[in-house]
């Protein structure tokens, strides 16, 4: 080998070396490249798969959260499950107990439900069950006799109750099913077109409902019973009275001496006092029953008022308590209600104010509140100085048979019907009665009323008093009353003069030169005799007037010669007024007596007052004899009605006083025949009676009859019968 060929092969074995050594280098260049690359792509893979190895976590995390909340879901759809049909299971039983049928019907009206109680009554007929229609079961209950259907035809009534239905609130409706038994069939439209049928069983309400209407008609009956009972008792009662209080009245005119008045008396309180039990007792009993009629007429409040009070004086001053009247100076008097019913009001609660007070006073006042359309608006009072009323009592003792005192310890008479009546008379009179007291000190009672106006006004009472009698000395301890009277004297433009002792008085009555000396006969430091004796020599010429409680000791107070007039206290302000002024009563009788003569059958008076009564109970004829001794008049008496028809046509009679309940003929009808006659068409007729019902007074009047008394007749109004309704000019003391 030449050197040049072997440098020339090394140099080719060189480049061979330096080629194949770049190629490595590449090649070495080209690996790490791809090892970087494949590192990168590694780690893109790793994070790729850490990425995926989180979401699949996750995912497994999900997966498992939802099969656990898949696992509780399937739980709860079985406990659901159970649930409703643990509900379903109870709504069953529980619509199967219902003692009441009930069933759903669909839109389509077909029966989807009925629970035991409603198919019971189609026990015969199988085809009653979910799915027959509803037009069916009416079919059924029509044409097989399940239903009574009364007088409806079976195509009528189905027709009614598919019409029913149409209505958009179904109204309930009676069925009565042929075995007795009734039902209400109540059914209701529900929201998706269904209807639900409730059928009440209410042949135990039905059964009790008769059992309450025929228990209702036997309380009537026996209401009606208890009335009428009360009524007859009434009377019963009332007809022996007659003869106890009238006698006893008549007994207490005749000359006595102090022991056998005080007896005859007791005999007339007694007799009064068993009397106003009865009618309270008689009033519960028809207020009772709805049967309290008030009888509205035209009458004069002040005398009512002072009609009550000189009732009650005797017991009030038995008490030594002073009772006055306050009577509004610009109430009017004459007003219109039932005076009857206002008496009965103010003598329960003047009566009670007396009863329940020791010492002082009791004091009514009628006070006008002002006018309406309707009439005087009226509020009256009554006042006393007495024990008073506990608080807690204060609303019971409106109540029945309430009394504040229990019955062990009572110190006070009294059947506790009293104040329950007057409210309720109160009341039906459109007031309200109320109670204002303190325990120790006293009590007011009160209540206000709207009466109309009467048309009669009555008289206008003088404003101010005759020129001659201006100065007035009046002699009083007690202030209020003294206070009141003073008032009144000064609004009639009066010098008026108080005293409130005999010392002062006469003092005064040296001074002041009254020509009028009212003396209050209760002065507790005088004796009255004496007081009146001393002032008639000190105020010569004046007039004397003593206002007493005790007609009695008045006229005892008489018998010493002092000349004095009297006037019950508490006074009617007219009364005084034609004490002073008594030309002017004469002067009205003087004018009114001629009138009244004119009558043709008065104009001689030739002959006496013909008076025919008919009673058949002899000791009331009795009475009615003497009530009537000291008049002049013809008194004929018939014991039956027949007999007085006969005698009446006999007789002729100015008036006739005729007993309602007679044996043979009773009074009505007596009247009826007496009123057939010519002669007896206009006669006044009084009918005397124990029965204070509405419908028997009704029955009266109806009966031609033109007044009525009731029984026990007392004088003074037998006096007021004639006075009023006999003919004028044969009795002058009587007429007006
Ligand atoms: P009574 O027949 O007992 O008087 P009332 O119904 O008239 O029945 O009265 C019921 C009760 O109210 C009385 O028993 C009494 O306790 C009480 N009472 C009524 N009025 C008064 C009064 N003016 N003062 C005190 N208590 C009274």
New binding site residues.
């Given amino acids: 080998m030449t050197p040049s060929s072997f440098t020339e092969k090394l140099i080719r074995e060189r480049r061979a070396r330096l080629r194949a050594e770049r190629l490595y280098e590449q090649v070495q260049r080209d690996l790490r490249i791809m090892n970087a690359h494949l590192r990168e792509h590694a780690i893109t893979l790793s994070e790729q798969v850490i990425a995926q190895r989180e979401e699949l976590d996750i995912v497994r995390g999900h997966a498992e959260t939802l099969q656990g909340m898949n696992t509780q879901v399937s739980q709860d759809l079985q406990v659901a499950h159970s649930e409703a049909d643990l509900a379903t299971l109870r709504l069953r039983e529980a619509v199967e107990t219902l003692a009441d049928g009930f069933a759903v019907f669909d839109k389509d009206q077909k029966l989807v439900l009925a629970n035991r109680a409603y198919l019971s009554v189609f026990r015969d007929f199988p085809e009653v069950q979910p799915g027959i229609r509803y037009l069916r079961v009416l079919e059924i209950c029509a044409y097989e006799g399940v239903v009574a259907l009364g007088e409806t035809t079976c195509d009528e009534w189905v027709a009614a109750m598919m019409s029913r239905l149409q209505a958009h609130d179904i109204t309930p409706m009676d069925l009565h099913f042929s075995n007795g038994v009734s039902v209400r069939l109540m059914d209701r439209r529900v929201a998706n077109g269904d209807y639900v049928s409730l059928v009440h069983n209410i042949t135990e309400t039905l059964r009790y409902q008769a059992q309450l209407i025929e228990a209702q008609k036997r309380a009537e009956a026996a209401v009606e019973a208890k009335s009428a009972f009360l009524a007859n008792m009434s009377h019963e009662i009332r007809t022996p009275m007659n003869g106890v209080v009238g006698m006893a009245e008549l007994l207490a005119e005749t000359s006595l001496d102090a022991e056998q008045r005080s007896y005859a008396e007791t005999i007339s309180s007694s007799g009064q006092a068993l009397l106003a039990i009865i009618n309270d007792i008689l009033d519960f009993s028809k207020m009772d029953a709805g049967r309290l009629e008030l009888i509205p007429q035209p009458f004069d409040l002040e005398k009512t008022i002072h009609d009550v009070l000189n009732l009650l004086a005797t017991s009030a001053r038995a008490q030594r308590i002073e009772l006055i009247l306050d009577y509004d100076l610009f109430l009017p008097t004459h007003l219109v209600a039932d005076p009857g019913r206002v008496r009965q009001v103010l003598t329960?609660l003047v009566g009670?104010?007396i009863?329940?007070t020791e010492s002082g006073y009791v004091l009514v006042r009628a006070v006008g509140v002002g006018t309406t359309a309707e009439g005087q608006v009226v509020t009256m009072t009554v006042e006393?100085t007495?024990?008073?009323?506990p608080p807690e009592y204060r609303d019971d003792?409106f109540a029945e048979f309430?009394?504040?005192?229990q019955k062990a310890t009572r110190r006070?008479e009294?059947?506790?019907?009293?104040?329950?009546i007057t409210r309720r008379i109160v009341t039906q009179m459109g007031g309200k009665l109320w109670v204002e007291?303190e325990l120790g000190v006293g009590?007011c009672?009160g209540f206000t009323l709207e009466l109309p106006f009467a048309t009669d006004q009555g008289q206008a009472e003088a404003l101010s008093l005759p020129p001659e009698y201006k100065s007035v000395l009046l002699v009083s301890d007690h202030l209020i009353s003294r206070d009141i009277i003073a008032r009144r004297l000064k609004t009639c433009a009066a010098k008026v003069t108080t005293a409130s002792n005999a010392p002062i008085s006469l003092r005064l009555a040296a001074q002041a030169r009254p020509n009028v000396v009212l003396i209050d006969q209760d002065l507790s430091d005088a004796k009255i005799s004496d007081l009146l004796a001393e002032l008639q020599t000190c105020c010569a010429g004046a007039k004397l007037v003593l206002l007493c409680s005790s007609l009695i000791e008045a006229q005892a107070a008489r018998a010493s010669g002092t000349a004095f007039d009297i006037l019950p206290k508490p006074f009617l302000w007219r009364d005084f007024l034609s004490l002073l002024a008594p030309e002017a009563a004469n002067t009205k009788l003087a004018i009114t007596a001629p009138a009244l003569c004119s009558d043709p059958d008065t104009l001689t008076l030739t002959r006496k007052l013909r008076v025919l009564y008919a009673e058949d109970n002899k000791t009331n004829r009795l009475v009615f004899s003497k009530m009537l001794s000291a008049l002049e008049i013809d008194l004929h008496m018939a014991e039956n009605g027949r007999i007085a028809v006969e005698m009446f046509k006999k007789t002729v009679p100015d008036i006739v006083f005729m007993d309602v309940s007679m044996p043979e003929m009773d009074g009505r009808t007596a009247t009826r025949e007496i009123r057939a006659m010519p002669e007896g068409a206009h006669v006044p007729i009084v009918a005397l009676t124990a029965h204070a019902l509405k419908e028997e007074i009704d029955r009266i009047l109806d009966a031609g009859m033109n007044a009525m008394l009731t029984k026990p007749l007392k004088k003074s109004e037998l006096w007021t019968a004639l006075r009023d309704h006999a003919p004028p000019g044969f009795l002058p003391s009587l007429d007006r």
């Fill in positions: 329960n009670n104010a009863k329940f006393d007495g024990i008073g009323i003792i309430s009394q504040v005192e006070y009294g059947t506790g019907l009293g104040l329950a007291s009590s009672f």
